[in-house]
């Protein structure tokens, strides 16, 4: 999990998780996960689902990668980041995916654009928001909301620190490196022959796709 996931989250989809609703989350980054711990809606069923036990508590573990272990119409919310990049066959995932959530039930996917490639065990797919439309369009899901965005990068605004399209900030743990990358930039914003020694800081981009069965 990373910073710009949760501000996509927060920032977009945050609404959508009303009082005693049922929630699944496909690969979730520890128990209890960033989302939910965002969310933190104690009301929930916050259910989790991986292919692998990688933390102990999860509520599914399916042997299969495209059909789970779930009734159809199980839940009405389906959360899933930072996943989808690791699926080889996304189309027979989301329709799976579509299975399984209610009529009318949200669906939240936040997908990494900028990161390098990182293979658990693969990584197949970056996608901006004309492919996560196809691809919802293709499984018959209705798109509410499709974005592609830094949320992170405002951070460096008022340091007068560039950015550029990466990893998260956050994601290596460089707290002392990052503050002084940001007094150094400030330091010579205002030594316009020196502006071309700024250092950028890399910070992710992601899309966040919001969408229903109807």
Known sequence: MHLNSELLLRKYALGYFKDNLRVLEIGPAGIPSAYQKMVNNPTLTWHTLDLHESFPGL??????????????????????????????????????????????????????????YHAFPVDCWRIFPDGMKALCEEVNLEVILCEFESIEA?????????????????????KKKITLIKFWNGLIHYLPILNKLKVSVEVAYDTITVVTKN
Request: aromatic fraction near 12%.
């Open 59 to 116: 509520t599914y573990i399916s042997k299969e990668e495209y059909h789970y272990p779930i009734d159809s119409e199980s839940y009405d919310i389906i959360i899933t980041g930072q996943v989808i990049e690791h699926v080889k066959k996304i189309w027979l995932w989301l329709d799976e995916l579509k299975r399984i959530l209610r009529k009318n039930g949200t669906m939240v996917i936040i997908n990494p654009v900028s990161w390098p």
């Open 154 to 174: 405002q951070h460096f605004s008022s340091s007068l620190t560039p950015t550029i399209p990466g990893q998260s900030y956050t994601y290596l743990n460089q």
